[in-house]
């Protein structure tokens, strides 16, 4: 079956240091790969996402790449903030079957 | 336009009571779904429903049903509460055109 695997968290960053949040998927075909952000108390939100290989999702300074060679969808930023803390989910999906398989999670803590 | 909304926000319940969460959105989305998110697990499929008067089950149905009400409505039901769904509850809909889902701000369930 389908999987997603996240970095393990927690991770805790000061403010203004470069992030990398780990993704690797496993799948028969092509799907699409998303990134959600769940802010504390709220649910998911849509962050970025990249729907064939070689795409860049991007979004409030956040990139991730659809590398199919390496099954991976690595989620980064050049610079964090406070604002930035959340917990960050990695999934992915096939079109016309648009339910969502969810890597675990990873949260992120900065602190100023 | 307030998207998608879920009630009751916090539930405790005893074990063998049963007890109805209720979902509606309003952005005239087809396919509805429903989660359950648990520490170290992500968010899991429990039902989801591609169209009104459609429903089917994911990835941990047991102890579920789901009723589709019409187009806006998608509720989840315990008819035998136990501590193992202990959770908190998310219910989604999709944009279709860009393969998104909305999300609303979760239901905390407590069984004891």
């Known amino acids: 079956g389908n999987s997603v695997t996240q970095m393990e968290g927690p991770v805790t960053l000061s403010e203004e240091a470069f992030l990398t949040i780990n993704c690797t998927y496993t799948?028969?075909?092509?799907?699409?790969l998303f990134w959600y952000v769940q802010y504390p108390g709220e649910g998911l939100q849509l962050l970025l996402k990249?729907?064939?290989?070689?795409d860049k999702g991007s979004n409030k300074g956040f990139e991730a790449t659809y590398r199919k060679e390496t099954t991976s969808f690595h989620l980064e930023k050049g610079s964090v903030q406070v604002s930035d803390s959340a917990v960050y989910f990695c999934?992915?999906?096939?079109?016309?079957?648009?339910?969502?398989?969810f890597g675990t999670g990873t949260r992120l803590t900065i602190i100023p | 336009n307030a998207g998608v909304t879920q009630t009751p926000k916090f539930q405790v319940l005893k074990t063998g009571q049963s007890m109805t969460l209720q979902c509606a959105q309003d952005m005239n989305h087809n396919s509805m779904y429903w989660y359950r998110q648990d520490p170290g697990m992500g968010l899991r499929l429990i039902y989801y429903s591609a169209s009104e008067g459609t429903t089917d089950k994911g990835e941990v149905p047991n102890g579920y049903n789901v009723s589709r009400l019409n187009k806006r409505e998608f509720s989840l039901r315990l008819e035998s509460a136990a501590p193992s769904q202990t959770s908190v509850y998310f219910c989604?809909?999709?944009?279709?055109?860009?393969?998104?889902?909305?999300f609303g701000p979760g239901t905390r369930l407590t069984v004891l």
């Open positions: 990249a729907t064939k290989a070689d």
């Open positions: 799948a028969t075909g092509y799907p699409s």
């Open positions: 999934a992915l999906s096939f079109f016309g079957n648009e339910k969502l398989t």
């Open positions: 989604a809909s999709l944009l279709a055109s860009y393969n998104e889902q909305f």
